[in-house]
T-cell receptor, first 111, second 111 residues
Framework: GQNIDQPTEMTATEGAIVQINCTYQ??????LFWYQQHAGEAPTFLSY????GLEEKGRFSSFLSRSKGYSYLLLKELQMKDSASYLC????????????FGTGTQLKVEL | DADVTQTPRNRITKTGKRIMLECSQT?????MYWYRQDPGLGLRLIYY???????NKGEISDGYSVSRQAQAKFSLSLESAIPNQTALYFC??????????FGSGTRLTVV
């Protein structure tokens, strides 16, 4: 089976840094995606990690440790518009290019 | 125009009715997917298709059927809708080596 864990909710202050963690246990692993989803809207792609380490893309960075089954998304210089749900998704092996999603972390950015 | 278009955007239907949700894409991707999203449960895979001749069940296919009418079109049907099928439904496409492009979603309510 597949198991992906991430915190349900987080709150942070505008201008601060926040780290959203994701742990996974899956039967097969190609890589890990992070998506951002605003309420009632479609998820949008943020990052994809295949190899261990940190990948930086502007204010957002994503880290992966395959041996530990662990990833995090780091958001810097938080803005109010970053208030959204952040979805961790494992890219499975076995064909079909299937993704299995965590339940999402609802981030609230406050003044 | 959106790369992945879902219709309708919102639908209210009665228990026992048959309903079809439609998805079309201009990405030229072979792989198409249907997910449902429920609060606290995240995105769950209903069906996916590699091409017109290939349809596969996901983790929650009971009560649903699909049709891949063309490379660009993938529809989801509820043969006899029931209230616990009330959810936000997303269609997604993939080229096979990258993440998904999602449609804007269909909010379905079964009363």
């Amino acid at each position: 089976g597949q198991n992906i864990d991430q915190p349900t909710e987080m709150t942070a202050t505008e201008g601060a840094i926040v780290q959203i963690n994701c742990t996974y246990q899956t039967s097969g692993f190609n890589g890990l995606f992070w998506y951002q989803q605003h309420a009632g809207e479609a998820p949008t792609f943020l990052s994809y990690n295949v190899l261990d380490g940190l990948e930086e893309k502007g204010r957002f960075s994503s880290f992966l440790s395959r041996s530990k089954g662990y990833s995090y998304l780091l958001l810097k210089e938080l803005q109010m518009k970053d208030s959204a749900s952040y979805l961790c998704a494992v890219h499975l092996t076995g064909g079909g290019n299937k993704l299995t999603f965590g339940t999402g972390t609802q981030l609230k950015v406050e003044l | 125009d959106a790369d992945v278009t879902q219709t309708p955007r919102n639908r209210i239907t009665k228990t026992g009715k048959r309903i079809m949700l439609e998805c079309s894409q201009t990405k030229g991707h072979d792989r198409m997917y249907w997910y449902r999203q429920d609060p606290g449960l995240g995105l769950r895979l209903i069906y996916y298709s590699f091409d017109v001749k290939d349809i596969n069940k996901g983790e929650i296919s009971d009560g649903y059927s699909v049709s891949r009418q063309a490379q660009a079109k993938f529809s989801l049907s509820l043969e006899s809708a029931i209230p616990n099928q009330t959810a936000l439904y997303f269609c997604a496409t993939s080229s096979g080596t990258d993440g998904y492009t999602f449609g804007s979603g269909t909010r379905l309510t079964v009363v």
